[in-house]
């Protein structure tokens, strides 16, 4: 059974296989966005300054 890739998809696989430079670029922009260094002080403070969420966020009751 043959799995389903979208045309998006393909045309991102080969395009990337005709430019490998920008497999470069294309890691400079998740570092730019995505991958931030994470400090244990900094996890436990967003973790203390949560909110809890309601069993259902539509319930006025609760």
Not at 40 to 57: A, D, G, H, S, T
């Amino acid at each position: 059974m043959a799995m389903y890739e979208s045309d998006h998809t393909k045309f991102m696989r080969e395009w990337m296989a005709k430019h490998p430079e920008e497999l470069t670029e294309q890691k400079k922009g998740r570092a730019l966005w995505w991958d931030k260094p994470q400090s244990v002080e900094e996890q436990q403070r967003l973790q203390e300054v949560r909110v809890p969420v309601k069993p259902y966020y539509y319930d006025a009751n609760h």
